[in-house]
């Protein structure tokens, strides 16, 4: 019997998810390569609403649904109430995220790729060792539920991650980047030749008080603001008592230049799909409009818990039940171009990536990170690498005011999409 069916009967709500996934990997290390793999995983995640109460069970046996069934009914004893409604059928948007090329992808493929990637990097730095992961996947997901809803898809992941590592004396150069897509991109080298650009620029040492100055982040920099604001837009965090946000809903807390969305029915970006993985139709969430703060990231749960909708915010693995997340996280763009900003710094640092980002007490907003590759600007001019420099601040402060944002925009890390962002005034530490 379908296990949807056999449940409908013993409680009020069910949901069915399965999940497949098939998994091609290729992965350098010090500029060989090391191993390459082939990966399959499927399994169903069933949550029901019984008498009140919210229950959770999941399995990779395709053959042991009756023991599911009765896990998850005996989950259920013990559940928390919530009075959460599993959503009804649609309407979908058309979101293109499946690509056959990629699908296709053979792991003789993947190894030509990341030889490119070595032929681009290791002419300009002979001393660096480039650890590189490309991965492509063929993702299947279904999602039934009581109300009728039962929607189909399949998604084409494929990315690149690598990590450059050089050390000559005392000068330690550590860079990390990602890049992620759902269709082919005839392109795909176009991060690889970006940090070639940054590894010739870092060529040049220049020495650099510390102090008060202005600092310009990058795309790749400015995740050190976003990643606080992640933790503190996202309902979970307002639930429990821990964001920054709470009951500032409405509230002009940013620089009128800010403005946060997220999306998830971009064609071909990592986080799209037609709906989020309870069911609910992705769309475009407005979160920051103006500097004032519109929204926060809810799933089925954390709405109900608050009494509002959903924001189609739910993402899970096949055995840990949904939460709330981001998919395509995006600062927008602003008005000036980059040349221009950099042109009107007399004297400052451009932050193009940072040790140990994410760590720190981040949900109160603050960060303190050394700085893996920052540049000097000098009379509007980039004039060489700094070291042994770090910054330190609160996102909720430092965004208060904010001297410009770039016309300019990158994606990052796959899923976050944002421009250069100058603060006019930062501390910047600088050893000796």
């Known amino acids: 019997m379908d296990i949807l069916n056999q449940l409908k009967t013993q409680a009020e709500q069910v949901e069915v998810l399965r999940l497949q996934n098939e998994q091609t990997s290729v992965k350098f290390e010090a500029n060989k390569l090391k191993t390459s793999t082939v990966a399959?995983?499927?399994?169903?995640?069933?949550?029901?609403?019984?008498?009140?109460?919210?229950?959770?069970?999941?399995?990779?046996?395709?053959?042991?649904?009756?023991?599911?069934?009765?896990?998850?009914?005996?989950?259920?004893?013990?559940?928390?109430?919530?009075?959460?409604?599993f959503p009804d059928p649609g309407p979908f948007a058309p979101v293109r995220i499946f690509d056959r090329t990629v699908a296709d992808l053979p792991i003789a493929r993947l190894v030509e790729i990341g030889e490119e990637i070595l032929d681009l990097i290791l002419p300009v730095e002979p001393e660096a060792r480039c650890n590189i992961s490309l991965t492509r996947s063929v993702q299947s997901v279904r999602i039934r539920n009581q109300t009728g809803l039962d929607i189909s898809y399949q998604r084409s992941p494929f990315s690149i991650g690598f990590e450059i590592d050089r050390i000559v004396g005392d000068d330690v150069l550590i860079l990390y980047n990602m890049f992620g897509t759902t269709v082919w991109d005839d392109d795909y080298l176009a991060f690889a030749r970006s940090l070639v650009e940054k590894l010739k620029l870092?060529?040049?040492?220049?020495?650099?008080?510390?102090?008060?100055?202005?600092?310009l982040f990058s795309p790749v920099g400015t995740l050190a603001l976003a990643i606080p604001l992640n933790e503190g837009l996202n309902g979970k965090n307002v639930y429990k008592g821990t964001s920054p946000l709470i009951g500032k809903l409405g509230e002009k807390l940013f620089d009128q230049k800010i403005g946060i969305t997220d999306d998830g029915t971009i064609d071909g970006k990592f986080a799209s799909a037609p709906c989020d993985d309870e069911g609910v139709p992705h769309r475009r969430n407005v979160l920051v409009e103006d500097g004032r703060l519109k929204s926060f990231l809810y799933d089925l749960k954390t709405a109900a818990l608050f009494g509002v909708e959903t924001t189609g915010n739910a993402s899970r693995g096949l055995f840990n039940p949904p939460e709330p997340s981001p998919t395509n996280f995006m600062l927008q763009p602003g008005q000036t171009p980059l040349k221009a900003i950099i042109a009107r710094i007399d004297q400052g640092i451009l932050v193009e990536d940072l040790l140990g980002i994410g760590q720190g007490n981040v949900i109160s907003g603050a960060f303190s990170n050394p700085l893996s590759l920052a540049f000097k600007i000098e009379r509007g001019e980039i004039v060489g690498r700094v070291k042994d420099v770090s910054i330190a601040g609160n996102v909720y402060e430092l965004l208060r005011n904010v001297a410009a944002v770039s016309q300019e925009a990158q994606?990052?890390?796959?899923?976050f999409y944002a421009p250069y962002l100058?603060?006019?005034?930062m501390n910047v530490v600088a050893k000796g």
């Open 40 to 85: 399959e995983t499927r399994g169903t995640a069933v949550r029901v609403i019984r008498q009140g109460k919210l229950g959770f069970a999941a399995s990779s046996d395709d053959t042991a649904l009756d023991k599911l069934a009765a896990n998850v009914l005996e989950s259920a004893c013990y559940g928390d109430e919530v009075p959460l409604r």
């Open 411 to 415: 994606w990052v890390y796959s899923t």
């Open 202 to 215: 870092a060529r040049r040492i220049v020495p650099i008080k510390g102090g008060n100055m202005p600092v």
């Open 422 to 425: 100058l603060l006019p005034e």
